[in-house]
């Protein structure tokens, strides 16, 4: 922003307003001295609560334990009718939806039958929960696969995702 000082006083050039005087856009020259120090007061005292963070009172409700959360209920709330056919497939054929599954072979295990290296890769920990599984999951598909069709698509040709 460029300033130009004029005869009259300062203008903004950039905005071609003036800013000869701000304060008197709320203080008129007309007031007494201690007229002007009351509204400058006061004008502080505004600024200040308005600028104030606003209170937001606490509501405790009480919430499910995680352990008793549906996987597959959050998944539903969580996509749309599409994704979310393709995700129950793809979760159906690698676990059944069930969080305990175990892979015999590997160190696989839940709902995605994630591997002990992809929770690490994805920065999580394995949990028994299958909230937590389901959502280790979408991460795992959304960062592989972008979306649960494509990642579902995938493991019809390769039965793997």
């Not at 609560?49 to 919430?63: E, F, G, S």
């Not at 709330?77 to 069930?98: I, M, Y």
Request: proline share 5%; hydrophobic share 35%; net charge positive.
């Amino acid at each position: 922003m460029r300033r130009t000082n004029y005869k009259g006083g300062k203008y903004d050039q950039w905005l071609g307003q003036s800013i000869n005087q701000p304060k008197e856009i709320f203080i008129n020259g007309k007031h007494n001295l201690w007229q002007r120090v009351a509204i400058v007061s006061l004008l502080a005292i505004f600024i200040q609560l308005n600028m104030a963070p606003q209170a937001v009172p606490i509501v405790y409700t009480p919430r499910p334990p995680l352990m008793s959360v549906n996987a597959k209920e959050v998944a539903r709330e969580l996509l749309n009718k599409e994704q979310f056919l393709c995700l129950t497939k793809l979760v159906g054929k690698e676990s059944s939806w069930r969080p305990s599954a175990q892979n015999k072979n590997s160190s696989a295990s839940g709902l995605g039958q994630l591997l002990d290296s992809t929770y690490s890769r994805l920065g999580m920990k394995q949990s028994d929960s299958g909230v937590a599984q389901l959502v280790a999951t979408l991460s795992y598909i959304h960062r592989r696969w972008v979306t649960p069709c494509n990642a579902w698509a995938n493991w019809k040709k390769h039965k793997s995702y």
